[in-house]
């Protein structure tokens, strides 16, 4: 039977249409994707996991930018070289704080290096701050959610100890004396970061908080710099602790180098924590919301016993030990000494405290927008000359 003039010209179009499909499927992969059912089944599984709170790399709302756009004033960011990530505990209501502190890290060093970043809370993150977040970089982002055993006032702490605890610290007019949150937090940043699942696959981290700011362009790679000279823990602030949040700490911790000797190093920092070879402690320690440092380190055998032994006194509660003197104790006492870095070109600001690189020719190298008269380095409150004696 002969197809009328109309049919034909339908069934041409038909044709063609079809065979324009397959070309297309083989030769374009977005247009394959977008037509096949399994394209169509990812698009859905993305739309399903926007919403949750495991590992979500970026936010899905912000596409990277194309290769040729990325990497800031210089080019095409690098692959990184260093198996590190930047870390930042924050609470939701952080957000413009973390942005802040996100703009300036990529600013004077992120952009030329893409290194990844992990964002800790122990509460669900809010789709706002995964946004807010994800703009500022392409490099790969994380949120992940901290388990309650990680974070938590443990069941077998004294309750009405840790009450009367807090109760006596406000009196004394501390910082912080009354939060539960505050104690959580520097037990968390104590013992159980780097046991995070998203921290697990990395070795080095940076720490970084929100309201920080970074005053110089960084002319190298930190954490190659690290693993380069064999260092474990870096700092750009030392400072003096206050006493009345630690009455008990250092005769624990002197309880546990009697109980360990072998895990203390022969030829370690103890001059920068002691004035008398060890038998008090003078309060100096690194300022931890900043540190760069081997996760390895926290997450091997001496550390693990002594952070479980400094944890079963309960004096993250019942006093206010702070992750700063406990991190700082540890890689004193632990490490040969020359295992600690100071990173001097790492101009660096927590209101109130700051450091900016003293000698001009690195202030200049580094185009740092700090006052060097304002650098914490050598002031009254500052433990750099007991780091430096240890040298000499
Ligand atoms: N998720 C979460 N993060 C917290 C909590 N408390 C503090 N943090 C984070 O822990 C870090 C240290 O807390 P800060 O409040 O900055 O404590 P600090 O640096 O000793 O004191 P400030 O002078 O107030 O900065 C920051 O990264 C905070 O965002 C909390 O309850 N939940
Ligand atoms: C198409 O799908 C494949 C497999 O799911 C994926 O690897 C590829 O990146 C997708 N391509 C585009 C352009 O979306
Ligand atoms: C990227 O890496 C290459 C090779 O390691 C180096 O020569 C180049 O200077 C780097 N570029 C930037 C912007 O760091
Ligand atoms: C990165 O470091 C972690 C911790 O040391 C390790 O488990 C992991 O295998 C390392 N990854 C690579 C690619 O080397
Ligand atoms: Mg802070």
Same mark, same amino acid.
């Given at each position: 039977?002969?197809?009328?003039?109309?049919?034909?010209?339908?069934?041409?179009?038909?044709?063609?249409?079809?065979?324009?499909?397959?070309?297309?499927?083989?030769?374009?992969? +977005?247009?394959?994707?977008?037509?096949? @059912?399994?394209?169509?089944?990812?698009?859905?599984?993305?739309?399903?996991?926007?919403?949750?709170?495991?590992?979500? +790399?970026?936010?899905?709302?912000?596409? +990277?930018?194309?290769?040729?756009?990325?990497?800031?004033?210089?080019?095409? /960011?690098?692959?990184?070289?260093?198996?590190?990530?930047?870390?930042?505990?924050?609470?939701?209501?952080?957000?413009?704080?973390?942005?802040?502190?996100?703009?300036?890290?990529?600013?004077?060093?992120?952009?030329?290096?893409?290194?990844?970043?992990?964002?800790?809370?122990?509460?669900?993150?809010?789709?706002?701050?995964?946004?807010?977040?994800?703009?500022?970089?392409?490099? !790969?982002?994380?949120?992940?959610?901290?388990?309650?055993?990680?974070?938590?006032?443990?069941?077998?702490?004294?309750?009405?100890?840790?009450?009367?605890?807090?109760?006596?610290? #406000?009196?004394?007019?501390?910082?912080?004396?009354?939060?539960?949150?505050?104690?959580?937090?520097?037990?968390?940043?104590?013992?159980?970061?780097?046991?995070?699942?998203?921290?697990?696959?990395?070795?080095?981290?940076?720490?970084?908080?929100?309201?920080?700011?970074?005053?110089?362009?960084?002319?190298?790679?930190?954490?190659?710099?690290?693993?380069?000279?064999?260092?474990?823990?870096?700092?750009?602030?030392?400072?003096? #602790?206050?006493? /009345?949040?630690?009455?008990?700490?250092?005769?624990?911790?002197?309880?546990?180098?009697?109980?360990? !000797?072998?895990?203390? /190093?022969?030829?370690? /920092?103890?001059?920068?924590?002691?004035?008398?070879?060890?038998?008090?402690?003078?309060?100096?320690?690194?300022?931890?919301?900043?540190?760069?440092?081997?996760?390895?380190?926290?997450?091997?055998?001496?550390?693990?016993?002594?952070?479980?032994?400094?944890?079963?006194?309960?004096?993250?509660?019942? #006093?206010?030990?702070?992750?700063?003197?406990?991190?700082?104790?540890?890689?004193?006492?632990?490490? +040969?000494?020359?295992?600690?870095?100071?990173?001097?070109?790492?101009?660096? #600001?927590?209101?109130?405290?700051?450091? *900016?690189?003293?000698?001009?020719?690195?202030?200049?190298?580094?185009? *740092?927008?700090?006052?060097?008269?304002?650098?914490?380095?050598?002031?009254?409150?500052?433990?750099?000359?007991?780091?430096?004696?240890? @040298?000499?």
């Amino acid at each position: 039977m002969a197809l009328n003039k109309p049919t034909r010209y339908i069934l041409l179009a038909l044709g063609i249409l079809i065979s324009l499909h397959f070309i297309l499927s083989a030769t374009h992969e +977005p247009y394959s994707n977008a037509t096949s @059912f399994s394209g169509l089944t990812a698009a859905w599984r993305q739309e399903m996991t926007k919403y949750t709170d495991t590992a979500v +790399p970026a936010h899905p709302d912000i596409p +990277p930018l194309p290769k040729w756009a990325t990497g800031g004033v210089s080019g095409v /960011a690098n692959t990184t070289r260093a198996n590190a990530t930047l870390v930042m505990l924050a609470r939701n209501s952080d957000v413009n704080g973390a942005v802040q502190s996100i703009r300036s890290i990529e600013d004077r060093f992120n952009r030329e290096y893409g290194y990844p970043y992990v964002f800790l809370n122990e509460e669900p993150w809010e789709d706002n701050f995964k946004k807010r977040i994800s703009v500022l970089t392409n490099a !790969p982002i994380e949120f992940g959610v901290i388990p309650r055993d990680a974070w938590f006032q443990p069941d077998w702490i004294d309750e009405e100890k840790a009450t009367e605890g807090r109760k006596k610290m #406000e009196e004394q007019g501390i910082i912080y004396a009354g939060s539960v949150s505050y104690r959580n937090m520097c037990r968390f940043n104590s013992g159980f970061f780097f046991k995070h699942d998203l921290l697990l696959k990395y070795k080095w981290y940076w720490r970084i908080e929100p309201d920080v700011k970074f005053h110089c362009t960084l002319p190298f790679d930190p954490f190659v710099y690290m693993e380069e000279q064999n260092k474990v823990y870096a700092f750009t602030i030392a400072l003096y #602790e206050w006493s /009345a949040t630690i009455p008990t700490l250092w005769d624990t911790v002197k309880k546990f180098m009697k109980e360990y !000797p072998q895990y203390v /190093a022969s030829d370690n /920092a103890m001059g920068f924590l002691s004035d008398n070879s060890g038998d008090g402690f003078n309060m100096c320690h690194f300022w931890s919301n900043f540190e760069i440092a081997d996760m390895d380190f926290w997450r091997g055998e001496v550390y693990t016993k002594f952070f479980e032994y400094l944890d079963k006194t309960g004096g993250f509660y019942y #006093e206010r030990w702070g992750d700063a003197p406990v991190h700082s104790i540890a890689a004193a006492l632990f490490l +040969p000494k020359t295992k600690i870095h100071f990173f001097n070109e790492i101009g660096y #600001e927590h209101p109130p405290n700051q450091h *900016c690189p003293k000698d001009d020719s690195v202030w200049r190298k580094g185009m *740092c927008s700090c006052d060097q008269e304002k650098t914490h380095d050598y002031g009254p409150y500052s433990c750099q000359a007991q780091w430096d004696r240890i @040298f000499h």
